[in-house]
T-cell receptor, first 114, second 113 residues
């Protein structure tokens, strides 16, 4: 029973266009959500996050949207650049404060085409 | 600044052998997490510590797995005896207790033959 789901294993987007990565969750106790980016042979690196009290958070080219009623979040990258090619993981955690483990989706492999 | 350090980066061992993975968290961080990544199950939390104390080990798959954190700058994950199904990439991550953002090490790729 996957509590965090990323239904698209891969996504191909042309350079300069918008990349939209989606994530769904089932656990109503999750109240903080994060996106991580991972290159081959490296550990995941934190990208952007959002609290459940917000519906949008923006950081440069990256924006995360949260729809609590639909239990859905998305990551928008505008404009997409070649260096954005990586695996993106959606993660969630509950209301235990900062020091809880993260529940991850299985990832979406984003490929930016030149 | 040094990030999370894991050793070894690669480990190949035979079934039945003991395996010890090591992690040095970022200095000053007081929470430490062990994750495992496999094709089938993705990234899953095994155990985490706050201030060197194990808080939740419900993700540890079997009694063959054990983890310790003897001090704030060192943790080990031990598998004894190892089995081929333990083959995976094992990540260590650390954070400040009050922060949601975890910083991951480069991982240890374990192959059990």
């Amino acid at each position: 029973d996957q509590q965090v789901k990323q239904n698209s294993p891969s996504l191909s987007v042309q350079e300069g266009r918008i990349s939209i990565l989606n994530c769904d969750y089932t656990n109503s106790m999750f109240d903080y959500f994060l996106w991580y980016k991972k290159y081959p042979a490296e550990g995941p690196t934190f990208l952007i996050s959002i609290s459940s009290i917000k519906d949008k958070n923006e950081d440069g080219r990256f924006t995360v949207f949260l729809n609590k009623s639909a239990k859905h979040l998305s990551l928008h990258i505008v404009p997409s650049q070649p260096g954005d090619s990586a695996v993106y993981f959606c993660a969630a955690t509950g209301s235990g404060g900062g020091a809880d483990g993260l529940t991850f989706g299985k990832g979406t492999h984003l490929i930016i085409q030149p | 600044d040094a990030g999370v350090i894991q050793s070894p980066r690669h480990e190949v061992t035979e079934m039945g052998q003991e395996v010890t993975l090591r992690c040095k968290p970022i200095s000053g961080h007081n929470s430490l997490f062990w994750y495992r990544q496999t094709m089938m199950r993705g990234l899953e939390l095994l155990i985490y510590f706050n201030n060197n104390v194990p808080i939740d080990d419900s993700g540890m798959p079997e009694d063959r797995f054990s983890a310790k954190m003897p001090n704030a700058s060192f943790s080990t994950l031990k598998i004894q005896p190892s089995e081929p199904r333990d083959s995976a990439v094992y990540f260590c991550a650390s954070s400040f207790w009050e922060s949601y953002e975890q910083y991951f090490g480069p991982g240890t790729r374990l192959t059990v033959t």
